[in-house]
């Protein structure tokens, strides 16, 4: 495993192994080109998706909050939240828009589960509901960076031997051993 990782302090890198592959000197290229507009459309894309993903996921708490007994109970369990408040006439005293502005950021930062049976992180709880309101995959990786993975793995099968050769398989008919070696 040493001799495949890198050493680039970067997650993405990291989960790839970037430079394992067989590429051709244009591929080379395309596969750095594909990193450089990933890191752009990254940076201008992925925390708008994400911000997205949680105010969808705070409106359904609401939505929630204000059926009694609907039929989103379920998001609401181990989730500590005030009750909205009735006026003499029965209605809410706030509207769902001015709950979320009030009391929303409160409860997304006081999610979390600590119990004998159960315990997440609030991180991990908040995850958790965006997968269950939105449908965004808990491992959501962005599409720029899956394609360079997929091209990446392409290549890897691509006649590669780089790795063949490190640990030992045997050279093709065709090629001879260096003089050096011989």
């Known amino acids: 495993m040493h001799a495949l990782s890198n050493s680039t302090a970067d997650d993405f890198l990291d989960s790839i192994n970037l430079g394992v592959g067989n590429y051709t000197e244009g591929e080379f290229w395309q596969q750095v080109e594909a990193f450089?507009?990933?890191?752009?459309?990254?940076?201008?894309m992925t925390n708008k998706v994400l911000d997205r993903a949680k105010l969808q996921t705070q409106r359904r708490i609401v939505d929630a909050i204000y059926e009694e007994g609907g039929r989103d109970a379920r998001i609401l369990k181990n989730i500590e939240y005030p009750e909205p408040e009735r006026d003499g006439g029965g209605s809410y005293e706030l509207s769902k828009q001015q709950y979320l502005d009030e009391h929303m950021e409160d409860v997304w930062e006081d999610l979390g589960i600590d119990t004998a049976e159960k315990q997440y992180t609030t991180q991990q709880h908040q995850a958790w509901l965006v997968h269950v309101c939105t449908g965004m995959n808990l491992d959501w990786t962005p599409p720029h960076w899956r394609m360079l993975k997929a091209r990446h793995e392409a290549s890897r099968s691509k006649d590669a031997r780089l790795i063949?050769?490190?640990?030992?398989?045997?050279?093709?008919p065709d090629m001879r051993p260096m003089e050096d070696f011989s």
Do not use: T
């Not at 507009?37 to 201008?44: E, H, P």
């Not at 063949?164 to 093709?172: A, C, S």
């Open 36 to 44: 450089r507009n990933g890191l752009y459309a990254d940076s201008a």
């Open 164 to 172: 063949d050769n490190l640990f030992g398989r045997p050279p093709e």
